[in-house]
């Protein structure tokens, strides 16, 4: 009788072991975190502004628990994904997209429909958002007390249909999935939700600003073509003149004088290869007060006076 007892018993510790063990090891699997991207992403891919990735999967993922390092848009094609956020608790379904901002920190579970989930997500860099601030800056409008948001949310239109159909074209072509396309895909669709509802997309552009290297950046890089001192932008940034240029260096790796002469002569020279513009005139335009100190500078990038540069690269 004893030693039926003894073998029930350690039938029992086995089974009871077994458990833990197997429970032990799905709580460490849903502690993992991800940062995305990453984790899943090489060094090389790393080192580019925009990555794009595609996801399919025929079974619910776990309680995902990511960090978001890079800005992302993820586009759900099928199923659903329930998203855990310490300020709401929303959900993706077919036909819908969501922007999620750099730094984000959330639980996510991806739940097939009709025994499959797809999404395409597409990730870039707060220095390409910067970019296509600055580039775009007429489009969104600053609206006051718009409230900071670590995401925003949309319906999938008949564009937005024609423009994934074009993005998995180019996925699948290897003279097309380059980083060339990937970021005018990138700026597409983000022009496209700004032209949509500029106010709703500032409020994500709220949030690339609060880092100091973005507000330098915006504050530099929309001044080019105006006559304002580098004391001026320093005070656009809130910081004193030696911190802008400690920072100024840092981003641009030269001082900002010599950064900004090259581009307002490199903008210059961009205009001057059109037949209606004249360098009596576009010196104006790229923030010069006067013509001498502008061919000046003009003659030392580029080697030969803005007339001479005109006449040996018009473009007729």
Same mark, same amino acid.
């Not at 063990?21 to 849903?30: G, H």
């Given at each position: 009788?004893?030693?039926?007892?003894?073998?029930?018993?350690?039938?029992?510790?086995?089974?009871?072991?077994?458990?833990?063990?197997?429970?032990?090891?799905?709580?460490?699997?849903?502690?993992?975190?991800?940062?995305?991207?990453?984790?899943?992403?090489?060094? /090389?891919?790393?080192?580019?502004?925009?990555?794009?990735?595609?996801?399919?999967?025929?079974?619910?993922?776990?309680?995902?628990?990511?960090?978001?390092?890079?800005?992302?848009?993820?586009?759900?094609?099928?199923?659903?994904?329930?998203?855990?956020?310490?300020?709401?608790?929303?959900?993706? /379904?077919?036909?819908?997209?969501?922007?999620?901002?750099?730094?984000?920190?959330?639980?996510?579970?991806?739940?097939?429909?009709?025994?499959?989930?797809?999404?395409?997500?597409?990730?870039?860099?707060?220095?390409?958002?910067?970019?296509?601030?600055?580039?775009?800056?007429?489009?969104?409008? /600053?609206?006051?007390?718009?409230?900071?948001?670590?995401?925003?949310?949309?319906?999938?239109?008949?564009?937005?249909?024609?423009?994934?159909?074009?993005?998995?074209?180019?996925?699948?072509?290897?003279?097309?999935?380059?980083?060339?396309?990937?970021?005018?895909?990138?700026?597409?669709?983000?022009?496209?939700?700004?032209?949509?509802?500029?106010?709703?997309?500032?409020?994500?552009?709220?949030?690339?600003?609060?880092?100091?290297?973005?507000?330098?950046?915006?504050?530099?890089?929309?001044?080019?073509?105006?006559?304002?001192?580098?004391?001026?932008?320093?005070?656009?940034?809130?910081?004193?003149?030696?911190?802008?240029?400690?920072?100024?260096?840092?981003?641009?790796?030269?001082?900002?004088?010599?950064?900004?002469?090259?581009?307002?002569?490199?903008?210059?020279?961009?205009?001057?290869?059109?037949?209606?513009?004249?360098?009596?005139?576009?010196? /104006?335009?790229?923030?010069?007060?006067?013509?001498?100190?502008?061919?000046?500078?003009?003659?030392?990038?580029?080697?030969?006076?803005?007339?001479?540069?005109?006449?040996?690269?018009?473009?007729?």
């Amino acid at each position: 009788m004893y030693q039926v007892i003894m073998l029930t018993n350690s039938v029992f510790n086995y089974r009871f072991i077994d458990y833990y063990i197997t429970r032990f090891k799905l709580i460490k699997q849903e502690l993992k975190i991800y940062n995305l991207p990453n984790d899943f992403s090489t060094v /090389e891919e790393l080192s580019q502004p925009v990555m794009i990735r595609a996801y399919q999967s025929p079974q619910p993922s776990l309680r995902n628990k990511s960090i978001i390092h890079w800005n992302m848009i993820d586009i759900i094609l099928m199923g659903k994904k329930v998203i855990i956020d310490i300020s709401n608790m929303p959900s993706l /379904e077919t036909g819908e997209l969501m922007i999620l901002s750099k730094g984000s920190c959330l639980i996510s579970q991806a739940l097939p429909e009709n025994g499959l989930f797809k999404s395409i997500v597409i990730y870039f860099t707060n220095e390409f958002l910067a970019d296509f601030l600055i580039k775009y800056k007429g489009l969104i409008k /600053e609206e006051k007390n718009n409230p900071k948001v670590p995401f925003l949310k949309y319906k999938q239109n008949d564009f937005m249909a024609t423009f994934i159909k074009s993005l998995q074209v180019m996925m699948q072509n290897k003279q097309t999935n380059t980083q060339e396309f990937k970021m005018i895909k990138a700026e597409e669709v983000l022009l496209y939700l700004a032209i949509q509802e500029p106010g709703k997309l500032q409020s994500l552009a709220v949030i690339a600003r609060d880092n100091e290297d973005m507000v330098l950046r915006m504050a530099v890089e929309s001044t080019i073509a105006s006559q304002v001192t580098i004391e001026e932008i320093a005070f656009l940034c809130n910081t004193s003149i030696s911190s802008f240029k400690r920072r100024f260096i840092k981003i641009y790796g030269m001082p900002p004088k010599k950064w900004i002469i090259q581009q307002k002569v490199h903008l210059a020279a961009t205009l001057l290869k059109y037949p209606d513009e004249r360098s009596g005139s576009v010196y /104006e335009k790229v923030g010069y007060e006067n013509h001498s100190s502008f061919s000046k500078a003009f003659k030392q990038q580029y080697g030969m006076t803005p007339n001479v540069y005109r006449q040996t690269n018009l473009d007729f």
